[in-house]
T-cell receptor, first 110, second 114 residues
């Protein structure tokens, strides 16, 4: 399975945008890019996913590089409740497993 | 509606004891997954069911780990002769179909083996 690389941690100020990067240089044409986040003492929570085009939903935006070797999760206005570990994951169309990696721990300062 | 429910939330087992962890997926969800999460690490895949069929059990760490989903809904993860290295949070997730979509995770069962 193709793997992803993320920074171990990032810090943001409340109400400012946050850009969380992810490198996936070995991505294949059939890999979807998923983002999940995990709040303390909770199970992972779906954020967004995409294949080639940029995606927007009520939680975030996903910007995918043209060569698909990297992507960026964008939180438009960080809140204290966005403090979590964010995982960038590659999965096949008929996925049956996720490889989570270590993720990026986001700290949001008031 | 209710999300994925796992029970118990916490379990303390003596080394050598057998344990059973239960997962109630969202009603009607076809796919069900089990993950193991050690302290400070990301979740690691254990096994995957599509309805009652266990299609992938490549992540189960040893033959002491066994999972079942006999009627295609509730699933049980059983660990026999628990060891200290089995201490972790065990997460269950379900998904409405077989194709690429979001998975819904439960809060997990924290197992501590003493």
């Amino acid at each position: 399975d193709a793997k992803t690389t993320q920074p171990n941690s990032m810090e943001s100020n409340e109400e400012e945008p946050v850009h969380l990067p992810c490198n996936h240089s070995t991505i294949s044409g059939t890999d979807y890019i998923h983002w999940y986040r995990q709040l303390p003492s909770q199970g992972p929570e779906y954020v967004i996913h995409g294949l080639t085009s940029n995606v927007n939903n009520r939680m975030a935006s996903l910007a995918i590089a043209e060569d698909r070797k990297s992507s960026t999760l964008i939180l438009h206005r960080a809140t204290l409740r966005d403090a979590a570990v964010y995982y960038c994951i590659l999965a096949k169309y008929n996925f049956n497993k996720f490889y989570f990696g270590s993720g990026t721990k986001l700290n949001v300062k008031p | 509606g209710a999300g994925v429910s796992q029970s118990p939330r916490y379990k303390v087992a003596k080394r050598g004891q057998d344990v059973a962890l239960r997962c109630d997926p969202i009603s009607g969800h076809v796919s069900l997954f089990w993950y193991q999460q050690a302290l400070g690490q990301g979740p690691e895949f254990l096994t995957y069911f599509q309805n009652e069929a266990q299609l992938d059990k490549s992540g189960l760490p040893s033959d002491r780990f066994f999972a079942e989903r006999p009627e295609g809904s509730v699933s049980t993860l059983k660990i026999q002769r628990t060891q200290q290295e089995d201490s972790a949070v065990y997460l269950c997730a379900s998904s409405p179909n077989r194709v690429n979509t979001e998975a819904f995770f439960g809060q997990g069962t924290r197992l501590t083996v003493v």
